[in-house]
């Protein structure tokens, strides 16, 4: 009993209960040393862990814990660094032993990173030039352009002109409108300064225009340089053409031989991504004086541009809501009375409104060189990765051996980034090369003011790394996840090459460049096609050998017709007439009539062509009904139309002649006397608007002439001589009428070039690609096309089957290619009213050409491999 009463009361030691250190310290502590000595190390972290929670507490203890983790992080950051360098320093020797060890298959691959990247910056140089414009002003977010909607010829349309009075009356009756500002179109005036004569283009402004814009003047006070009639602000470039060091300031210019102006300011000239381009503002008083121009005819619309400064804080939309009662007021309700709108500053240069005078560009274009430049960059990317998988069983037992070894496949990642990389960043100097030797050129082809200063730009900078990071990315990709994940087991027992089921990684990709390729061609084939139509399209005029000459001086428009007689004395002018503009220049001039029968109060918008007797019969017009002008009717001077067959089909006549209407403004009525063919005043761009032809001798601005072809030159001094003769004041300028209307094609003949170099040097680095899986695939089957060889194989079958493949590719290529080409171009093509269609003959163009190229870049190589000697390759078998 005392033995179990001592066992009752002895007291057992007490069992210490385990105590866990943070779980997230644990983790950061493994991450953080090195798997040699982890093992170790935790397990005294863990005794000394334990030991402070039992002596003292477990905060202490946890805190303990963490204290280590700061005590690690040194040495491991100093170890990290050191084996980065190390491991990167070994990455780079290895990368740039295999391009040193295969400088065919790395050459192929630079250059076409290099020329594709080199097209991709210049598009994006391009692009964000042009996506700039109008940046540079303070003001650019409260800036906003008046728009009318007006009934025009072809119907309602939406326009950036505006009547004259528009502008007083906001500035005077809203108060959202803290200032605002007319300018025109350009006006061709006569500069004299001594002996020296010029002809400049002006534009008139209001005293408000530098308030609201910013063109900053070197001399001269913006508030007041244009507040006095006949004063103007020149820019830099006139100030040295016409005083060369000296300041202008205060000197003044003859204009048209008649005023004195005076120079107020010089400004800067005007930036490239400006909208309004020019380099001699005049007063808008001065037009005024000018032109007796009265500004209260709210119905009146010529070349006159409303620019708005909201006040701080305005809202635009509650100033477009005013708009109805501002006309309201303006404009009695028997009237015609229009809408007016706004338009914000920086849609102006994407605007596609008529009657411009923005420097404007279709947003579609951008969108358009924006998919060609990453479709280029795309195809240089899979040529990258085509030539690394295909070359991949060459650097299986590399990956293998390395496995073998030790080598992680994070590790073998890294290193084909880091080749991949390193090949973008050789590509990035090689395309930065490329881009500052075509740089100027292209500038001259686009006419635009690019720039490339890579040291001075930083945003640029980290572009065009960012850009060679992502290329270097991209393309090292899919070699990288692929050829690190092979099994060393399977690649040193060589069973890697067998074939998988399905398209393999290179077939996609191969199919991918080829419908990216015959995008392009068939873009390019459309354009051209639309081009061509245009320019060939039947004008429904004769332009040959007629030359247009601008009546400059006022007293030889008086003189229309004497001077009209003396020019065609000489025989080889075969006829003359006088017009309001020439058909490459429009009509200018859009009128309301009322004909007979209409309901009172409607009218009818028409384009109005002012024309002598002798206009139709010198540019060849076909007269389908009545008569022509003839000096023997006086009434034909301002009371007889002749009608296009538009405006007869508009009027719902079927017999116009003798019908009666007149004009809206002035009440001068006129009846119908002839009917003409439909001709085009304006480009093709355009559809063929209502007109209406009439004499009005007062309102002639060109002397037209047809010229034989015998004696051009002759022809041409004797005009000159003759306007010596009759304006001896002016300098004599002539253009032909038929070179002027193809001028304005230059914007779409620019387009389609640049569609063909893009495409061209698309289908350049696809076929770099195709040479080199070619020369490949050869290399591979150099022993298989032995042993055909000794068989009896010829050498048409072999490249047959060596081409094969990539036949098969082009086909598929183009059954994904046609559809995506036809939507994108059937778009395109809806933006001109008269347009051709996408014929048969451009699919089948596009995917014979694309086939041909694929073969011809093939069959080298493959005849190559064909014509060799078996034995060289069955040698050592």
């Known amino acids: 009993m005392s033995l179990k009463r001592e066992m009752k009361n002895s007291t057992s030691p007490k069992i210490e209960k385990k105590i866990s250190p943070p779980k997230l310290a644990v983790r950061i502590i493994e991450r953080l040393l090195d798997p040699n000595v982890c093992y170790s190390a935790m397990g005294d972290f863990e005794e000394r862990f334990q030991a402070v929670a039992h002596q003292n507490s477990l905060f202490r203890a946890k805190l303990f814990y963490w204290i280590q983790i700061f005590l690690i992080f040194p040495a491991f950051t100093k170890n990290l660094l050191y084996w980065s360098v190390d491991m990167l320093k070994n990455y780079l020797k290895i990368a740039l032993r295999i391009i040193q060890r295969h400088k065919g298959y790395s050459f192929i691959k630079i250059s076409g990173l290099s020329i594709g990247m080199a097209c991709c910056i210049l598009i994006l140089l391009f692009m964000r030039f042009e996506l700039s414009f109008d940046s540079f002003h303070t003001n650019k977010n409260r800036i906003y352009r008046v728009l009318s909607e007006l009934d025009l010829a072809h119907g309602t349309e939406i326009v950036p002109i505006s009547a004259i009075p528009v502008a007083p009356a906001l500035k005077s009756d809203l108060q959202e409108a803290a200032y605002v500002t007319r300018i025109t179109g350009d ?3 006569l500069f004299s300064i001594g002996e020296k004569k010029f002809f400049e283009e002006i534009r008139y402004a209001d005293d408000d225009f530098f308030d609201i814009f910013t063109f900053p003047l070197i001399t001269g006070d913006p508030k007041t340089a244009l507040e006095e009639p006949f004063s103007m602000v020149i820019s830099e470039t006139i100030a040295e053409k016409y005083f060369g060091k000296s300041d202008p300031v205060g000197k003044t210019v003859l204009v048209q031989n008649s005023q004195d102006y005076k120079i107020t300011g010089v400004m800067k000239n005007v930036p490239g991504n400006s909208h309004l381009r020019f380099d001699i503002l005049v007063s808008f008083s001065s037009r005024n004086n000018e032109e007796r121009v009265k500004g209260n005819y709210w119905d009146r619309f010529s070349n006159d541009y409303t620019y708005i400064l909201l006040a701080e804080g305005a809202d635009p939309i509650e100033l477009k809501n005013k708009f109805p009662e501002f006309m309201a007021k303006h404009i009695p309700v028997e009237d015609d009375r229009y809408n007016l709108h706004l338009q914000s500053l920086k849609d102006i240069h994407f605007s596609r409104s008529n009657y411009d005078i923005a420097q404007r560009i279709n947003k579609d274009y951008l969108y358009a ?93 980290l572009g065009l790394l960012a850009i060679s990071l992502f290329v270097g990315f991209v393309s090292g990709s899919y070699p990288a996840l692929v ?83 003396e020019i065609l004395r000489n025989p080889s002018i075969l006829s003359a007439c006088a017009s309001f503009g020439t058909p490459a220049s429009g009509t200018g001039s859009g009128r309301s009539f009322i ?49 296009n067959e538009t405006a007869a089909k508009k009027l ?144 048409s079958g072999i490249v047959v089957l060596l081409s094969r493949e990539f036949v098969k590719w082009v086909l598929v290529a183009n059954i994904i290619g046609w559809p995506i080409a036809y939507f994108v171009m059937n778009r395109w093509l809806q933006s001109f009213a008269y347009r051709v269609n996408i014929g048969v003959w451009i699919f089948v163009f596009s995917a014979f050409l694309v086939l041909i190229i694929a073969l011809l870049t093939v069959s080298y190589q493959s005849i190559k491999t064909a014509l060799a000697d078996p034995i060289n390759s069955l040698r050592y078998e």
């Open 187 to 189: 006006y061709r005036r």
């Open 369 to 461: 060189y924006s998919a060609i430049a990453i479709f280029i960059l795309i195809i240089a990317c899979i040529n990258f990765m085509n030539l690394a998988t295909a070359r991949s069983s060459s650097r299986a037992k590399e990956v293998g051996i390395r496995k073998v070894v030790g080598a992680r496949r994070a590790q073998l990642i890294k290193q084909f980034f880091t080749e991949s990389v390193l090949l973008a960043i050789l590509s990035l100097f090689g395309s930065v090369c490329l881009v500052m030797l075509f740089l100027p050129k292209f500038n001259q082809y686009i006419r635009r003011e690019l720039t490339l200063d890579v040291f001075s730009d930083i945003g640029l900078l």
């Open 483 to 565: 050829l690190s994940a092979f099994k060393p087991a399977r690649v040193l027992k060589k069973t890697l090459d067998k074939k998988a089921k399905g398209l393999s990684f290179r077939a996609v990709t191969s199919v991918a460049q080829f419908s990216i390729s015959i995008v392009l061609i068939f873009a390019t084939a459309v354009v051209y096609a639309q081009i061509h139509y245009m320019k060939k399209k039947d004008l429904g005029f004769d332009a040959k050998q007629i030359i247009s000459i601008p009546l400059t001086s006022h007293s030889l428009r008086e003189k229309t017709e004497i001077f009209k007689s």
């Open 595 to 643: 004909p007979e029968g209409y309901p009172e109060g409607e009218s009818i918008h028409m384009e109005t062509l002012f024309i002598d007797h002798d206009f139709i019969e010198t540019y060849g017009l076909t007269l389908i009904r009545g008569r022509n002008f003839s000096r023997e009717f006086l009434t034909d001077t301002e009371h007889a139309f002749i009608l």
């Open 652 to 795: 719902g006549w079927d017999d116009p002649i003798g019908k009666r209407f007149s004009e809206e403004d002035s009440g001068v009525e006129a009846k119908v006397i002839g009917v003409v063919k439909d001709f085009h005043f304006e480009l093709t761009l355009y559809e063929i608007a209502p007109m209406v032809l009439t004499l009005r001798p007062y309102q002639f601005s060109h002397i037209s002439a047809k010229i034989g072809l015998e004696d051009v030159s002759s022809a041409l001094t004797f005009l000159e001589g003759k306007w010596r003769e009759f304006a001896p004041e002016y300098p004599f300028e002539y253009i032909f009428v038929d070179e002027e209307f193809d001028m304005y094609y230059n914007f779409e003949r620019r387009q389609g070039q640049l569609f063909t170099y893009c495409s061209i040097l698309a289908i350049f680095i696809s076929c770099m690609g195709i040479f080199g899986l070619a020369s490949f695939t050869a290399e591979k089957r150099t022993k298989e096309i032995g042993i055909r060889k000794v068989l009896g194989a010829s050498v």
